[in-house]
C-alpha cells in the first residue's frame, strides 16, 4: 500500500534555530497536507499544498509540494518552545483518504 | 467553539464489552472521517461518511466495527466485543465544500483503553 516516510525521525534543536523536515511517498499525490500534534491532542492543520512546485507559508511555517508530487518539505524558521510536538505529512489519496506519514518529533530547547 | 467536537476524551472498558465514539463535525462541515492511531504511530484512515451514506469504508475491519452518520446528531463509532487490540486512540476529522474540501479538520480524540 501507499507509505509516507518522514526524516527525520526525531530532531533536538536549540531555540532560534531553523528546522527543516521532508517527506517521502512512493506514489504521487495530488494533494499534500502538513499537521502538527501535542501529546493528548489530535493533529492541526499547518499547511496545505495543492501544486506540484506549489511553496507556500504560514508565519514562520514554509513549505512545498515537490515537482514530482512524491515529496514535499517543511522548514520552520526561528523556533520557539512552543513549536515542540510531532509532525506529520500526509497525502490525500483519492478524494477522501489521507495517508499519514510517519511523524517527526520535534524538541526545542531554550 | 466551532471546531470538532468528540466525546469521551477518555473510555475504557472490558474485553467483550462494546464501546461508542461520537463525533459533531464543526459547523457548516458535511463530511466526516474515522482515523485510529496506535502508540508511536501516524493515523490511520478507518471510514469516510457524508450525512446517511458511508462513502468509503476501505480502512475499517470487517468485523466489530460499524459506523454512521445519521441525518441528525453526531456521527458513532461503533466497536462491538472489544479486544486488547482496540486499544488506541480515535480520532474524527471534518471537512467542508469547494476548495476547503481536501482539507481536513481534526478534533481532540477518543482515547480508548481495553482492560
Known amino acids: 500500500g501507499q507509505q509516507l516516510n518522514q526524516s527525520p525521525q526525531s530532531m533536538f534543536i536549540q531555540e532560534g534555530e531553523d528546522v527543516s523536515m521532508n517527506c517521502t511517498s512512493s506514489s504521487i499525490f495530488n494533494t499534500w497536507l502538513w499537521y502538527k500534534q501535542d501529546p493528548g491532542e489530535g493533529p492541526v492543520l499547518l499547511i496545505a499544498l495543492y501544486k506540484a512546485g506549489e511553496l507556500t507559508s504560514n508565519g514562520r511555517l514554509t513549505a512545498q509540494f515537490g515537482i514530482t508530487r512524491k515529496d514535499s518539505f517543511l522548514n520552520i524558521s526561528a523556533s520557539i518552545p512552543s513549536d515542540v510536538g510531532i509532525y506529520f505529512c500526509?497525502?490525500?489519496?483519492?478524494?477522501?483518504?489521507?495517508?499519514f506519514g510517519t511523524g517527526t518529533r520535534l524538541q526545542v530547547f531554550p | 467553539n466551532a471546531g470538532v467536537m468528540q466525546n469521551p476524551r477518555h473510555l475504557v472498558r472490558r474485553r467483550g464489552q462494546e464501546a461508542r465514539l461520537r463525533c459533531s463535525p464543526m459547523k457548516g462541515h458535511s463530511h466526516v472521517y474515522w482515523y485510529r492511531q496506535l502508540p508511536e504511530e501516524g493515523l490511520k484512515f478507518m471510514v469516510y461518511l457524508q450525512k446517511e451514506n458511508i462513502i468509503d469504508e476501505s480502512g475499517m475491519p470487517k468485523e466489530r466495527f460499524s459506523a454512521e452518520f445519521p441525518k441528525e446528531g453526531p456521527s458513532i463509532l461503533r466497536i462491538q466485543q472489544v479486544v486488547r487490540g482496540d486499544s488506541a486512540a480515535y480520532f474524527c476529522?471534518?471537512?467542508?465544500?469547494?476548495?476547503?474540501?481536501?482539507?481536513?479538520?481534526f478534533g481532540p480524540g477518543t482515547r480508548l483503553t481495553v482492560l
Open positions: 500526509a497525502g490525500l489519496w483519492g478524494t477522501d483518504k489521507l495517508i
Open positions: 476529522a471534518s471537512s467542508g465544500q469547494g476548495l476547503s474540501y481536501n482539507e481536513q479538520f
